[in-house]
């Protein structure tokens, strides 16, 4: 299989043609080598217009989502960006060549460790990745111009909004357990939030002890 092509075709007919006109996200879309961070039996799908597992009932989003989300932070270049739910990496690789530094964390270590693995062979060095419960962000590191949650929350975390920095911008699924809203909290001020909703969703829950319980599973 050759992936370049497939993975051009997957921009032009996947990206491009529902609407994402950011010519550096398009760029990296093209560049990142999304067959790399699924297992090797499922590197033909790869390419494909939806989501794959990654072990551990967890999922590789769908490549318009991930530009989806990206686009929706409106990154310049200059931003230092908290990602939660690392996954497989894929997104993470997106934002850390679009972007100056990432802050990843993942609940689940094997994926951390597995996402690390392909990033450095990837020679992305701008990640920080760590094994945490996300849904109080990564205060050492804090305040972040733009925060990505890759998980399902019932609310938007209050952590988050303390993190962000005036200007800096949220992009998280909120809504019911397999369900929920895209939306975008732009801090205008201290006590200030611009909340928009960009489109439904479905992702894996949020884990933790500003999200979903492990018992909350249906
Ligand atoms: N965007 C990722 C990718 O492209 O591979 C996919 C992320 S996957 C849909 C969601 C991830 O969020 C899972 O790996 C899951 O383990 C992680 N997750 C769930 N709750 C979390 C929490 N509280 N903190 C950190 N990670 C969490």
């Not at 690392?86 to 689940?108: F, H, N, P």
């Not at 062979?121 to 701008?126: E, K, P, R, T």
């Not at 809504?175 to 205008?188: A, D, E, K």
Request: charged share 20%; with cysteine; hydrophobic share 40%.
């Amino acid at each position: 299989m050759d992936y370049t092509i497939a993975r051009r075709r997957m921009v032009e007919q996947q990206i491009v043609a529902r609407g994402i006109d950011d010519p550096r996200l398009i760029d990296v879309m093209n560049k990142v080598p999304r067959h790399l961070f699924v297992d090797e039996g499922l590197r033909g799908h790869a390419y494909a217009d939806g989501p794959l597992p990654i072990g551990h009932k967890q999922t590789i989003s769908q490549p318009y989502m991930v530009a989806a989300m990206s686009a929706a932070l409106g990154l310049q270049g200059h931003e230092r960006v908290l990602e939660i739910g690392t996954g497989s990496g894929y997104q993470t690789a997106i934002l850390a060549m679009m972007t100056k530094r990432v802050y990843s964390i993942e609940r689940i270590s094997t994926l951390a460790a597995r996402a690390r693995k392909v990033l450095d062979q990837l020679q992305i060095s701008n990640v920080n990745i760590k094994t945490a419960d996300g849904t109080i962000g990564w205060k050492d590191q804090a305040p972040f111009d733009g925060i990505l949650v890759a998980a399902g929350a019932p609310d938007v975390p209050h952590e988050y909004l303390v993190q962000l920095i005036i200007g800096g911008k949220l992009v998280m699924p909120v809504g019911g357990y397999h369900q929920q809203s895209l939306i975008r909290i732009t801090r205008l001020d201290k006590d200030q939030f611009k909340r928009e909703e960009l489109m439904g969703c479905r992702f894996v829950p949020l884990i933790g002890t500003a999200g979903w319980s492990e018992a909350d599973e249906i």
